[in-house]
């Protein structure tokens, strides 16, 4: 089934380890990407976040409720609109159509392995792709943190050749490329801010293909093999399959909006870090992994029952116990997607988050092999969390308080 949602916010898309969201016209706010030394990387039109705002409570908080009414880039039309629907087809997948005084634009988007795709079609309307954006680390605004990470410089190097847009940032080794635009003069623009692209585009049916790699090369590469998949199966038939993979997921679950989109949201959060998985809190406003919050997520995806959901906790435990960095033998408060912790200030509940999660899966699945290959873990940190108990009344006192604001009492 498809789901008709409201405007209020942009719509959100993810699937092996890629992650976006699109605004009311279909374009693209973001859309991210596993790096293993950075965690998280994004192409995004949000602005990079000063560190020097990094512990003003206020700035901090402008900035994440901003990136609901950003602007992205993608297909736009310079006409009056008489009225826009959107759809989340299996629950899942963002449709956009938007009804212009002289034609329609419907714009379709569909994360994939390396990258994404965008299915256009336009008629009685031209559109052009433009935008403002750049290439960058995924802004990591905490405001319980223990101590920020300087950002890599901003870097934007674009280039447009007439048949594909490349974008590099040389400071991170990442870079994405765009394929299915044709036309016009080639371009490039070097600059150490976002950059705005005007490109020409065409009415019909276009099919757009983002792929992202550690250069240009690379990334051109893989946009190259999405497209070469999408034209051997034909793009209809990729959304249908996607949508149908979601439905067949869903097929159980009470047809209730709330409740199929926060399961659907938490796999599509499950990101594969090698064989491991790190389930990220939020894409967009703070992509980092929270233990308390990965436990619930585990929950729901563990209550979902499907082997593939149950197969996410497994790897995710995995990645807890032996990708997600420790120290003194205590886990960190969150993470990093690579499994570096962001960090490390202890709190006993998030010493315990996994040991539920492990306890939780073990009684849901039976799996002895994981049992047999994570009990060697358990012991040693629970001694570690036993002797920081408090001598004179048996508590545990945490490294800070976690809400954001000060405790007047004692």
């Known amino acids: ?15 092996s380890g890629i992650t976006g969201s699109v605004d009311d016209d279909g374009c693209l706010i973001a859309l991210n990407t596993y790096h293993p030394t950075l965690g998280y990387a994004t192409l995004t039109a949000a602005e990079p976040f000063p560190d020097s705002e990094r512990y003003n409570q206020a700035a901090v908080r402008a900035y994440r409720a901003g990136l609901a009414r950003l602007r992205g880039f993608g297909l ?18 963002p449709r956009i159509r938007i ?42 605004t905490q405001l319980t943190e223990g101590g920020p990470i300087p950002a890599p410089p901003l870097a934007v190097r674009a280039h ?14 990442l870079a994405v490329a765009l394929v299915g635009l044709e036309g016009g003069s080639p371009q490039s623009i070097s600059a150490d801010t976002p950059v ?6 065409r009415d019909g049916h276009t099919v757009l293909v983002y792929g992202f790699g550690p250069n240009i090369e690379r990334a051109l590469r893989q946009a190259q093999r999405i497209r070469a998949g999408v034209e051997q199966r034909g793009a209809d038939q990729l959304l249908h399959e996607a949508a149908s993979i979601w439905q067949r997921r869903l097929v159980n679950i ?24 790190c389930l990220l809190t939020d894409h967009m406003l703070l992509p980092l992994s929270w233990n308390r919050d990965a436990y619930y997520m585990a929950l729901a995806l563990l209550s979902w029952n499907l082997p593939e959901t149950r197969d ?31 960090d490390h200030a202890f709190q006993l509940d998030q010493q315990l988050y996994p040991l539920l999660e492990l306890a939780e899966y073990l009684l849901a699945t039976g799996d002895g092999d994981t049992r047999a290959q994570l009990a060697p873990h358990v012991a040693p940190g629970t001694d570690m969390r ?15 308080n976690p809400p954001h604001t000060p405790i007047p009492l004692p």
Request: aromatic letters at 8%; glycine letters at 10%.
């Open 1 to 15: 089934m498809s789901v008709r949602v409201s405007s209020n916010k942009p719509l959100d898309f993810g699937d």
């Open 76 to 93: 736009r039309v310079d006409a009056p609109v008489r009225h826009r629907s959107f759809e989340l087809a299996g629950s899942a997948i």
């Open 99 to 140: 009804d212009y005084t002289t034609g329609t634009l419907t714009v379709t988007t569909l994360a994939v392995e390396g990258g994404a795709v965008q299915v256009c079609d336009a008629h009685g309307v031209t559109p052009e792709w433009r935008g403002r954006l750049s290439l960058q680390r995924c802004a990591y």
């Open 160 to 173: 447009y050749d007439g048949n594909a847009l490349t974008i590099e940032n040389p400071a991170l080794e």
């Open 196 to 201: 705005e692209l005007v490109l020409p585009a």
């Open 254 to 277: 009470p047809e209730d909006p709330l409740l199929r989109r926060g399961l659907v949201y938490c796999a599509q959060l499950a990101v594969p870090v090698g064989d491991t998985v």
């Open 312 to 342: 996410l906790v497994r790897r995710h435990l995995y990645w807890m116990f032996e990708q997600a960095e420790r120290h003194a033998g205590a886990w960190g408060r969150c993470y990093l997607v690579n499994g570096l912790a962001k």
């Open 386 to 400: 036993l002797r920081g108990r408090r001598p004179d009344g048996g508590l545990f006192p945490p490294d800070k």
